[in-house]
């Protein structure tokens, strides 16, 4: 089945410095693929997505581009704020009923000012 | 704004105690999900349900039951408690219709910790 792996943590950060979270895929097919992030005491939420290979999602700052040739969908900002950190997973789809995807391990960010 | 409800947030049970985690949502979603979260290992899949009266087993469902006796709740029974359960639980929603739009979009409750003693 469909799997992901997730750059190992954590990742501390200062204020406004560049941030990349890799995230590499084993699929059939081009699934759609999507990052969530997960602010401490709260559930996940969708991040951003991207639903076709050379597809850029991009939301908050954050940006992440399917790469089909290199099975990559790496999540990047450019000048990362301390109310960026979180826990930031990568996703697909586990199978081939909608909704049940299947998550990497999750990168824990910190940002200090 | 109440979305996906979960309770309780926190509990502790004995090995061998029972209990059910409790789910709601208000978007009307008939696709359900119980997850199970453990540190350094993301989320595993527990259940799912597609509509009310419809479950079926995910990636780690051995000691675990559900229902889905409405569209609104989905709860969660954990049967005989045993360590290995110690963990976070989040229920979750999704739109019914596969959209290019929500692809993917699971909405989440705040999630349930549960340790086991």
């Known amino acids: 089945g469909n799997s992901v792996t997730q750059m190992e943590g954590p990742v501390t950060l200062s204020e406004e410095a560049f941030l990349t979270i890799n995230c590499t895929y084993t699929a059939t097919g081009y699934p759609s693929l999507f990052w969530y992030v997960q602010y401490p005491g709260e559930g996940l939420q969708l991040l951003l997505k991207a639903t076709k290979a050379d597809d850029k999602g991009s939301n908050k700052g954050f940006e992440a581009t399917y790469r089909k040739e290199t099975t990559s969908f790496h999540l990047e900002k450019g000048s990362v704020q301390v109310s960026d950190s979180a826990v930031y997973f990568c996703a697909l789809p586990g199978g081939t009923s909608y909704g049940k995807l299947t998550f990497g391990q999750g990168t824990i960010l910190t940002v200090h000012p | ?117």
């Open chain 2, 1 to 117: 704004n109440a979305g996906v409800t979960q309770t309780p947030k926190f509990r502790i049970l004995k090995i061998g105690q029972s209990m059910t985690l409790q789910c709601t949502q208000d978007m009307n979603h008939n696709y359900m999900y119980w997850y199970r979260q453990d540190p350094g290992m993301g989320l595993k899949l527990i259940y799912y349900s597609v509509g009310a009266g419809i479950t079926d087993k995910g990636e780690v469902p051995n000691g675990y039951n559900v229902s889905r006796s409405t569209t609104e709740d989905f709860p969660l029974r954990l049967e005989l408690a045993a360590p290995s359960q110690t963990s976070v639980y989040f229920c979750a929603s999704s739109y019914s219709k596969y959209t290019t739009e929500n692809a993917g979009e699971l909405f989440f409750g705040e999630g349930s910790r549960l340790t086991v003693l």
